[in-house]
């Protein structure tokens, strides 16, 4: 509604802010489809299961939705230096923008509601993007203000490339977000921590170490090595383990697995190269 009321209003700012309504449309839509992948079982090619689907998909997005931006700062960027003749935009400009403020206003308290009572993680990060959606289009509404109180048209085509470059900046934040993912990384050095002062809480598991964190799909899979004293059963040892992981889960929200491998009190593997250990914490914190 927005696009088609900006070509009719002679507004770019609302053509804008149309295409960034547009681009929601369509990451709503990826998110659907790749949702339907995500749910498929684990099989043999896929013992993690479907998940990465999304992150994939995401990321396929952030191209999308930068050159969508870039060629809409392109064209009005032109249009300036051409100096195309500029013409104050249509009323209906003010109105559609207005209606488009009311309804992202109602959807993004809705998505949020929804997203913490189903704990879904999507959903909420979908309503802090449209809680941003807003401010976008509170700018273009006080641009077409300023346009109309200082009758110079030329405002509405800033307005515009301004909304095209926060286009483009979205773009590049959900390229870097996802790089993390798809890069097996963790940002939180915290939940380390906190992995550390669970084993520590347990009887009988020593030293952890080569604690790894990914994450699939918002979930998180979760990897470490755990010392006993080498003269337990092996039993004893599982049953270890196993509290290890009991109480890991307790402590950390969406975990998907819990890896624990047992060693001996004073094993040293020199080909060990991975992972965090107390040690890399206490360095990272300085």
């Known amino acids: 509604m927005k696009i088609a009321v900006g070509f009719v209003a002679v507004s770019a700012a609302v053509i804008a802010d149309g295409v960034d309504s547009a681009l929601d449309v369509l990451t709503s839509t990826i998110t659907l489809i790749a949702a339907r992948i995500t749910a ?65 206003s109602v959807l993004a308290i809705y998505k949020a509601r929804v997203g913490k009572r189903t704990a879904s993680s999507m959903l909420i990060a979908d309503a802090k993007n449209m809680r941003a959606d807003i401010v976008i289009s509170v700018a273009v509404l006080a641009g077409l203000v300023f346009t109309y109180v200082l009758r110079l048209p030329i405002l509405d085509s800033i307005t515009a490339i ?20 798809l890069m097996e990384g963790h940002a939180e050095a915290d939940t380390y921590q906190c992995i550390f ?14 604690a790894r964190i990914r994450t699939i799909g918002g979930l998180s899979i979760v990897d470490l090595d755990i010392e006993v004293d080498g003269r337990l059963s092996v ?14 889960r307790a402590a950390l929200p969406n975990v998907y697995d819990v890896l624990v491998h047992v060693e001996p009190i004073g094993n040293v593997e020199r080909s060990e190269r991975y992972g965090v250990s107390q040690r890399t914490l206490d360095d990272h914190h300085g």
């Open 40 to 104: 498929k079982p684990p099989d043999l090619n896929h013992p993690y299961g479907h998940s990465r689907a999304e992150t994939i998909a995401t990321k396929s997005l952030s191209f999308v939705v930068f050159f969508a931006g870039a060629q809409l700062a392109i064209s009005t960027a032109t249009a300036l230096v051409r100096g195309d003749v500029h013409v104050l935009p249509g009323r209906l400009a003010v109105w559609v923008t207005l209606v488009s403020i009311a309804a992202k």
């Open 162 to 181: 301004v909304v095209s470059a926060w286009i483009m900046l979205v773009a590049f934040r959900i390229f870097i977000e996802t790089n993390m993912e």
């Open 197 to 210: 002062d669970v084993v520590a809480a347990v009887e009988g598991a020593e030293h952890p170490h080569r």
């Open 235 to 248: 039993r004893d040892a599982h049953e270890i383990a196993l509290e290890t992981e009991r109480r890991i």
